[in-house]
């Protein structure tokens, strides 16, 4: 393999992550309208941090880190 085979390889995976960050996202509008509803803060600092703990690479938890706060900033955005 050379260079541009692994570039097809992340560019591969790449796109895969935008499609799961797009159904991610669908998924918190109506994890957002549901809160707005029921008169719940976006802010579930418990979850984070239970979904936090399950990470041991710190790489993913700082990926995670971010996926929270752009959640939370979508809901916000909802609510």
Known sequence: MD???YR???DRVD???QRLLHERMEIVKK???YKKENGLPVLDS???KEK???IDCPYTQK???TLFELSREYQEGVI
């Open 15 to 17: 796109a895969e992550l």
């Open 63 to 65: 990926l995670y880190k």
């Open 8 to 10: 097809a390889q992340i």
């Open 3 to 5: 260079l541009i085979d």
């Open 52 to 54: 936090l703990d399950a």
């Open 31 to 33: 994890v957002a309208e």
């Open 46 to 48: 418990g979850r984070e």
